[in-house]
């Protein structure tokens, strides 16, 4: 049987992107608004980590036991779900998702600045888009240009600083790489990461151990559904069929 997907974004943005979901298709796919971010940037603040994998676990509850499919930041939150509601879902899928604090690295170094001083690098990104984006890899065109300016127009800088402070607070926590491995013994867990990037992922080998694949999208970076929506989503699917002709 087919089922749905629920993506979990990253620190910045949405994967809310058409390209990628109309590949998905006929299958349902959603890209969900966490705390602080698009619909809900108005409805909280002072979260942590596991506040955010409860307000997946809400939206999961609508859907028929989602495949959850979390990018970066989003993968720490996915996991946490996973492992606090792991009959919720049918599988869960880290795309270079926070496994140890030194894959947040970047929202270390922001999580004691001051607000003000993410503003300003914010404003900096919106100057120049496009720049921005293609620093993490991205080919520059009207497509990705579009995306960058509104992912960085999907959160305030006040969620970024909660954003970042609640997930150091979570992968430095003992007990953390432990609630990755309770999802992973309840269901399937599949790690991808970008071919130019899989090397800086720090997965644990105990981990790698449970894990059904490990793989490598071929000629992409961290932000590989920004460069190839399409070939990302077809990997995806690719891999959750597999998992779904197993146990049909």
């Not at 894959?103 to 990104?125: C, G, L, N, T």
């Not at 127009?153 to 969620?159: A, L």
């Amino acid at each position: 049987m087919t089922r749905p997907i629920l993506f979990v974004h990253g620190l910045f943005g949405h994967l809310r992107i058409p390209e990628m979901l109309s590949a998905l298709a006929p299958r349902e796919a959603t890209s969900i608004d966490l705390l602080g971010y698009g619909s809900m940037r108005r409805l909280a603040k002072n979260w942590t980590l596991n506040d955010q994998a409860s307000h997946v676990f809400r939206t999961a509850q609508a859907m028929e036991r989602p495949h959850i499919v979390g990018h970066s930041v989003g993968g720490a939150v996915a996991a946490l779900a996973a492992a606090q509601s792991p009959d919720a879902f049918s599988s869960l899928t880290l795309v270079e998702g926070n496994l140890t604090p030194a894959d947040a690295f970047w929202s270390a170094e922001i999580a004691d600045k001051p607000v003000s001083h993410i503003r300003k690098i914010m404003r900096q990104y919106r100057e120049d888009p496009g720049s921005w984006i293609n620093a993490a890899g991205v080919l520059i065109d009207a497509r990705t240009e579009e995306l960058a300016r509104d992912w960085l127009d999907f959160q305030p800088p006040e969620t970024i600083h909660e954003q970042a402070r609640a997930v150091v607070k979570a992968t430095n926590h003992p007990n953390y790489l432990k609630s990755v491995l309770v999802a992973a013994n309840h269901m399937p867990l599949i790690l991808l990461a970008g071919e130019h990037t899989a090397k800086g992922w720090k997965i644990p080998e105990n981990v790698v151990s449970v894990s059904r694949s490990v793989i490598k999208m071929p000629g992409c970076g961290h932000l590989m559904m920004a460069e190839d929506p399409t070939g990302f989503a077809q990997l995806i699917n690719k891999e959750l069929l597999k998992l779904e002709t197993v146990h049909a």
